[in-house]
């Protein structure tokens, strides 16, 4: 028989586990004679009793395994945890908030059964997605497509499959920050795609804030392309033209050919204008360079990704 891990990174989910384990168990039924099913949960070191429920949970049932953090290191680091201690012969992450719908997992095994190594879960809709987050994240997907050396599909999810050939190379990564799905689309391997609507939240309130989410979107950009910091160099060269065309044109306007516009400017003006707008662009630029230098700082000194204070 084949073996199936069903990922599940979780914080603060107490009221969560159950209701997750009773519709997985459900899931597994008419699946058993032909796949022997495990559930992962990576407890994200949380502030409630999340690991009180999975560790009932694996009293009474010896497919449920467990890893737990000594503190909260983030969803990312919590699901390459989780796939570093996966080996089973696929892997299929899942949130557990229940917002994705468990009921597909068939679905995801039989196109894995065809002979693809990735099977990705795409969002169609999230009723409890608000305005700014929808719009940001188009913004996000617009973007990294164009910068980035791999194309993600738009609204693709953590939930997906993956094949054990996905997850030995996944596990050579190294890097400290990164965006577990964009990793993964960068291996390559045979892909297909599963479409969704997101269920509603069951308890509680999703961890990842606004501004997690904003920071997610800057260490995508910093870790799969260089076009971000390339753009300070670009802005260098073309602020460099635009503000040597623009003092020759105001001394020679005001000195030589004696135009009105170029004369209404004194000299303190142009100095404190030009001043400013420099000053905005090494700014800009010195922000640019921290990100990256930050990046390079978290490798150097090569700390653990995680801390497991426990595991079953």
């Given at each position: 028989?084949?073996?199936?891990?069903?990922?599940?990174?979780?914080?603060?989910?107490?009221?969560?586990?159950?209701?997750?384990?009773?519709?997985?168990?459900?899931?597994?039924?008419?699946?058993?004679?032909?796949?022997?099913?495990?559930?992962?949960?990576?407890?994200?070191?949380?502030?409630?009793?999340?690991?009180?429920?999975?560790?009932?949970?694996?009293?009474?049932?010896?497919?449920?395994?467990?890893?737990?953090?000594?503190?909260?290191?983030?969803?990312?680091?919590?699901?390459?945890?989780?796939?570093?201690?996966?080996?089973?012969?696929?892997?299929?992450?899942?949130?557990?908030?229940?917002?994705?719908?468990?009921?597909?997992?068939?679905?995801?095994?039989?196109?894995?059964?065809?002979?693809?190594?990735?099977?990705?879960?795409?969002?169609?809709?999230?009723?409890?997605?608000?305005?700014?987050?929808?719009?940001?994240?188009?913004?996000?997907?617009?973007?990294?497509?164009?910068?980035?050396?791999?194309?993600?599909?738009?609204?693709?999810?953590?939930?997906?499959?993956?094949?054990?050939?996905?997850?030995?190379?996944?596990?050579?990564?190294?890097?400290?920050?990164?965006?577990?799905?964009?990793?993964?689309?960068w291996l390559g391997f045979r892909r297909d795609f599963i479409?969704?609507?997101?269920?509603?939240?069951?308890?509680?309130?999703?961890?990842?804030?606004?501004?997690?989410?904003?920071?997610?979107?800057i260490n995508s950009f910093v870790s799969l392309s260089l076009?971000?910091?390339?753009?300070?160099?670009?802005?260098?060269?073309?602020?460099?033209?635009?503000?040597?065309?623009?003092?020759?044109?105001?001394?020679?306007?005001k000195y030589f050919l004696h135009t009105i516009f170029a004369?209404?400017?004194?000299?303190?003006?142009?100095?404190?204008?030009?001043?400013?707008?420099?000053?905005?662009?090494?700014?800009?630029?010195?922000?640019?360079?921290?990100?990256?230098?930050?990046?390079?700082?978290?490798?150097?000194?090569?700390?653990?990704?995680?801390?497991?204070?426990?595991?079953?």
């Amino acid at each position: 028989m084949k073996s199936i891990c069903i990922l599940v990174p979780a914080y603060n989910e107490e009221k969560n586990i159950l209701p997750l384990y009773v519709a997985l168990k459900k899931v597994f039924v008419p699946l058993e004679d032909r796949y022997s099913f495990e559930i992962l949960f990576v407890n994200d070191g949380s502030k409630d009793n999340t690991i009180g429920e999975i560790e009932k949970l694996a009293e009474k049932d010896q497919c449920v395994k467990y890893l737990d953090f000594s503190r909260n290191f983030g969803k990312e680091i919590a699901t390459s945890a989780g796939i570093d201690n996966c080996t089973a012969d696929a892997c299929i992450m899942v949130d557990a908030d229940l917002q994705h719908p468990v009921e597909l997992i068939g679905e995801f095994i039989a196109k894995w059964e065809k002979g693809f190594d990735v099977v990705i879960g795409v969002r169609n809709k999230n009723k409890s997605d608000g305005w700014m987050k929808i719009v940001g994240s188009k913004f996000f997907y617009s973007i990294i497509n164009k910068i980035a050396e791999i194309k993600i599909v738009p609204n693709a999810t953590d939930f997906r499959l993956i094949d054990k050939a996905v997850v030995m190379e996944f596990r050579r990564f190294t890097e400290k920050s990164r965006m577990t799905r964009a990793l993964i689309d960068w291996l390559g391997f045979r892909r297909d795609f599963i479409y969704f609507d997101a269920n509603e939240r069951l308890h509680g309130t999703a961890s990842y804030s606004f501004w997690k989410l904003f920071c997610l979107a800057i260490n995508s950009f910093v870790s799969l392309s260089l076009i971000p910091l390339q753009i300070a160099g670009y802005l260098g060269i073309i602020i460099t033209l635009f503000s040597g065309i623009s003092g020759a044109y105001i001394l020679l306007g005001k000195y030589f050919l004696h135009t009105i516009f170029a004369s209404t400017f004194s000299d303190s003006e142009n100095l404190a204008i030009l001043l400013l707008f420099m000053v905005g662009i090494i700014l800009m630029s010195i922000g640019l360079l921290a990100i990256y230098v930050a990046n390079i700082h978290k490798e150097v000194i090569n700390r653990p990704a995680y801390v497991i204070r426990k595991k079953r």
